[in-house]
């Protein structure tokens, strides 16, 4: 079993820049790819950055790139999401997940495990 936790949410006016991060625990995640989601309200929870355990490969929802990094912390077993230049449609929950493997980052059906979601709100 794998425990996510995000924190880092909050409110922030447009232009501005929030840092997410990804706490996990529970068990090895080095064959495991780390995904950041998010569910605006009334909308479905959609792709948003995904990266691999090792630190390798990463990808990026066309709506985020140039704005946003994913990336993780070998010491702190820690996955971060780093969204600068923020617009108020990235207005959401964020979450965390993990799967197996390294394949279709971007599905989120093949993820297992998440995270309880952290609030981000961009005013204009």
């Known amino acids: 079993q794998v425990q996510l936790v995000e924190s880092g949410g909050g409110s922030v006016q447009a232009g501005g820049s929030l840092r997410l991060s990804c706490v996990a625990s529970g068990r090895t995640l080095s064959n495991y790819a780390m995904g950041w989601f998010r569910q605006a309200p009334g909308k479905e929870r959609i792709f948003v950055a995904a990266?691999?355990?090792?630190?390798?490969?990463?990808a990026y929802a066309d709506s985020v790139k140039g704005r946003f990094t994913v990336s993780r912390s070998d010491s702190k077993d820690t996955v971060y999401l780093q969204m600068n230049m923020l617009k108020p449609e990235d207005t959401a929950v964020y979450y965390c997940a993990a799967k197996s493997g390294y394949l279709n980052m971007d599905t989120g059906s093949l993820y297992e495990f998440w995270g309880q979601g952290t609030q981000v709100t961009v005013s204009s």
């Open positions: 990266v691999t355990w090792s630190g390798g490969p990463t």
